[in-house]
């Protein structure tokens, strides 16, 4: 292992059903007491944390999929700006790397985990079950990848293996 920091930015709310698996992965990682992992977790990204990724080698941004790649998907991020709203409530995670790159000078190697829910309707706490798999594989297949720092190698071996993944974020429900 390395002593590179990684940043978990862990989205979700944990009283919208399926939306909580981000939350419900930082709480599993935080039992896990990884070190050299900074654990960030909020209902959704939002522009404060461009310093924290300037801060970090690696980042990981989790949240729930509503759509795309089963138990889960793991791709990379790049940096990438965005169009002036007039509301910050719809954050991307390659805004926030930019934002880091150009406020602070640096971003960091960052992926996305979009971890596959179903349920998102209602206010309702609690995964559902097939939803809580998916979490369990997510665990099974980052924490390996976290403890090496092999994150690139994971995401072309992931790609690789079903290239037509699909993934998307879950937006718009927090």
Not at 14 to 26: C, K
Not at 145 to 166: C, K, M, N, Y
Request: charged letters at 20%; proline letters at 6%.
């Amino acid at each position: 292992m390395t002593s590179d920091p990684v940043l978990l930015l862990c989205w979700g709310n944990p009283a919208r059903q399926d939306d909580g698996l981000g939350i419900a992965f930082a709480e599993a990682c935080r039992q896990a007491d990884l070190p050299g992992v900074v654990l960030e977790v909020d209902y959704q990204p939002n522009v404060e944390q461009a310093a924290e990724l300037a801060r970090c080698r690696y980042a990981v941004c989790v949240d729930a999929a509503v759509s795309g790649r089963e138990p889960f998907g793991f791709w990379p991020l790049r940096p990438r700006g965005a169009a002036m709203t007039f509301s910050t409530h719809r954050v991307e995670p390659e805004f926030l790397l930019a934002m880091a790159a150009s406020c602070f000078g640096r971003a960091p190697e960052a992926y996305s985990l979009g971890i596959r829910g179903y349920r998102f309707g209602r206010f309702e706490e609690g995964l559902s079950a097939r939803a809580r798999d998916n979490l369990a594989a997510a665990l099974a297949f980052l924490l390996p990848v976290i403890e090496t720092r092999s994150f690139a190698q994971a995401a072309a071996e992931l790609q690789a293996a079903a290239p037509d993944g699909g993934e998307r974020w879950k937006t718009g429900s927090t």
